[in-house]
């Protein structure tokens, strides 16, 4: 079946310290994103990329990287820069046509 | 900037019964998409109704339904013959740069929608 896989489900990071989340999609999709999500609010975008080798800053991009080197893989680094990492990360992925952007089931990171 | 506004933090419905959710939006826009998701405790993302601006005739999908307002820019979520498993956060999503080259979503900060038996 065709999805979105991101890894690892849960995350802990130490004081200083990189962590990269993973999200691989076999739709074939040409964009794919990563959102944030904090309690009592929605999702946030950090960084989205519309085809290889191409990505954007969203609107909280402060602290996070990524790359998009193959089409079906989409990760995001949360570098030690980020100073409250602590969240649910959820990455996206649209095909053509405007289609509603489907989900994976997302990843939660925490502070050791 | 488009912005989306959900009133409504919490909502409390019985069983069987029919609630409302509401959603409003801005944008300078004539063509976009608009869409309702919901988030079980599981925390997955499930799509629950798309509404497409140009589009006069309000979406349904079996007990959901959408009161899509342009001219107000609201666009609510009914639902019917509510069920236990319709517990869940909802958020509402603006579609930003349709028909170009973003396809961001813009989401609203939710709706924790309560089932009682």
């Known amino acids: 079946d065709g999805g979105i896989t991101q890894s690892p489900k849960y995350l802990f990071r130490k004081e200083g310290q990189n962590v990269t989340l993973s999200c691989e999609q076999n739709?074939?999709?040409?964009?794919m994103y990563w959102y944030r999500q904090d309690p009592g609010q929605g999702l946030r975008l950090i960084y989205y990329s519309q085809i290889v080798n191409d990505f954007q800053k969203g609107d909280i991009a402060e602290g996070y990287s990524v790359s998009r080197e193959k089409k079906e893989s989409f990760p995001l680094t949360v570098t030690s820069a980020q100073k409250n990492p602590t969240a649910f990360y959820l990455c996206?992925?649209?095909?053509?046509?405007?289609?509603?952007?489907?989900f994976g089931d997302g990843t939660r990171l925490s502070i050791l | 900037a488009q912005t989306v506004t959900q009133s409504q933090p919490e909502m409390s419905v019985q069983e069987a019964e029919t609630v409302t959710l509401s959603c409003t939006y801005d944008?300078?826009?004539?063509?976009?998409?608009l869409f309702w998701y919901k988030q079980p405790p599981s925390r997955q993302m499930i799509l629950v109704i798309r509404?497409?601006?140009?589009?006069?005739q309000n979406a349904t999908e079996n007990r959901f339904s959408v009161n899509f307002q342009k001219a107000a820019k609201s666009f609510s979520l009914k639902i019917s013959d509510s069920q236990l498993g319709d517990a869940a956060m909802y958020f509402c999503a603006y579609l930003e740069g349709y028909g170009g080259a973003t396809n961001k979503l813009i989401f609203g900060t939710g709706t924790l929608l309560a089932v009682q038996p």
């Open positions: 509404q497409e601006a140009y589009k006069q």
């Open positions: 996206a992925s649209i095909g053509l046509g405007n289609q509603p952007q489907h």
């Open positions: 944008t300078s826009e004539s063509d976009y998409y």
């Open positions: 739709l074939n999709h040409d964009a």
